[in-house]
């Protein structure tokens, strides 16, 4: 079900039809740059066909992106071109807990928050905790407690700074949260909630 809708969703809609498009995600490369070591590893969880990947490979990142969907891994390869080149690019579950090796930064913009259900914010939760180094740090942005309740027609569950601590638990603390009206490509504003986050270590 999960990776039959991605692959309708990437199957059938181009850039301009997908309401969490960013032309430039400015705020995820300011918010991972701020908290990695220089040129650090990063897993982009669920890119999509993001250009975060291929920004950060080129700015001197080891970086992998791994998404569900092939198509959205083909199209971001696509999208990205040579800047993408030494990113290494996976199709993968993220509740299957694939092996990701160890980085210093995990990045998700607008995945978790589709996990309403218990058992997947755990396994999730395990991949993460399992694939960032002690001291590695989580940028999770999310739909905000005031912002949309679907996001591509799926419903969501809505964070704010309680709310993403409780659900990281105590092996986390969270170092910095912001607000971010994100616009989509038709001109609506959907509000997200930042978090950046340290695993104890
Ligand atoms: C709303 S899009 C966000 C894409 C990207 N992070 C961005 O901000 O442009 C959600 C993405 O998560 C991917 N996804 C959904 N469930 C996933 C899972 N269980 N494992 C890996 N990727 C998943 C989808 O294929 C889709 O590309």
Same mark, same amino acid.
């Given at each position: 079900m ?5 692959e309708?969703?990437?199957?059938? $809609?181009?850039e301009?039809e997908?309401?969490?498009h960013q032309?430039d995600?400015l !705020?995820?490369? $300011?918010?991972?740059?701020a =908290?990695s %070591?220089p040129?650090?590893?990063l897993?982009?969880?669920?890119g999509?066909?993001?250009? !975060?990947?291929?920004q950060?490979a080129q700015?001197?990142?080891?970086v ?5 969907? #092939?198509?959205?891994? /083909? +199209?971001?390869?696509?999208r990205?071109g040579?800047a993408g080149a030494?990113?290494n ?5 993220i !509740?299957?807990?694939p092996? !990701?090796?160890? =980085?210093?930064?995990w990045h998700d913009r607008? #995945?978790?928050?589709?996990l309403?259900? /218990?058992?997947?914010?755990h396994?999730?939760?395990a =991949?993460l905790?399992?694939?960032? +180094? %002690?001291?590695?740090h989580?940028?999770l942005?999310?739909f905000a407690?005031?912002?949309p309740m @679907? =996001? ?5 569950e809505?964070?704010d700074?309680?709310s993403? @601590?409780?659900v990281?638990?105590?092996?986390w603390?969270?170092v910095?949260t /912001? @607000? /971010?009206l994100h616009?989509?490509p038709w001109?609506?504003? @959907?509000?997200f909630?930042?978090?950046?986050? +340290?695993? +104890?270590?």
């Open positions: 999960r990776l039959g809708h991605w309708g969703v990437y199957g059938s $809609k181009d301009s997908l309401s969490w032309d995600p !705020l995820s490369n $300011k918010l991972i740059t =908290c %070591p040129a650090g590893s897993v982009d969880v669920g999509g066909s993001s250009l !975060l990947g291929g950060l700015q001197g990142y080891e992998t992106v791994v998404d569900i969907s #092939v198509s959205a891994i /083909e +199209r971001a390869k696509a990205t040579a030494t990113v690019w996976l199709v993968g579950d !509740l299957q807990q092996d !990701l090796g160890l =980085c210093d930064v607008a #995945v978790f928050h589709f309403t259900h /218990e058992d997947d914010r396994a999730y939760l =991949c905790h399992k694939t960032v +180094r %002690p001291g590695g989580v940028v942005g999310a407690v005031d912002g @679907q =996001c591509s027609g799926l419903p969501v809505r964070y700074a309680s993403v @601590q409780l990281l638990g105590d092996a603390s969270l910095s /912001e @607000q /971010e616009t989509t001109g609506k504003n @959907q509000l909630f930042w978090a950046v986050a +340290r695993l +104890r270590g």
